[in-house]
Nanobody, 129 residues
Framework: QVQVVESGGGLVQTGGSLRLSCAAS????????MGWFRQAPGKEREFVGA????????GYADSVKGRFTISRDAAKNTVYLQMNSLKPEDTAVYYC??????????????????????WGRGTQVTVSS
């Protein structure tokens, strides 16, 4: 079983920045492809961004492209979501998700919820106007 724990959420003003962290347990972290999703009140959970297990590939939702950046630190078994130029519509609970990828999938990241095997409990991000 893989434990996934998010941290770093909070309250920030419009235009501000936050960095979310996602720590995943397990010896196979080096082959964990990871993603971020978010869910606003009354809305469905949606894809935010993802990174391949090797870190060479990343992908983002159009709504956050150019403002959010995903990176990973293999030594710390941690993936980060740097969020800049935050807007009120970014307010949501942010979830980290993990899937164990095959070695040959070094450049593959995943955008669909069903593709992930493990999920964290989420961290709240609130952007005030």
């Amino acid at each position: 079983q893989v434990q996934v724990v998010e941290s770093g959420g909070g309250l920030v003003q419009t235009g501000g920045s936050l960095r979310l962290s996602c720590a995943a347990s397990g010896r196979a972290f080096s082959r964990y492809a990871m993603g971020w999703f978010r869910q606003a009140p009354g809305k469905e959970r949606e894809f935010v961004g993802a990174i391949s297990w090797s870190g060479v590939s990343t992908g983002y939702a159009d709504s956050v492209k150019g403002r959010f950046t995903i990176s990973r630190d293999a030594a710390k078994n941690t993936v980060y979501l740097q969020m800049n130029s935050l807007k009120p519509e970014d307010t949501a609970v942010y979830y980290c998700a993990v899937v164990l990828a095959d070695t040959f999938q070094a450049g593959t990241y995943y955008t669909k919820m069903a593709e992930y095997q493990y999920w964290g409990r989420g961290t709240q991000v609130t952007v005030s106007s």
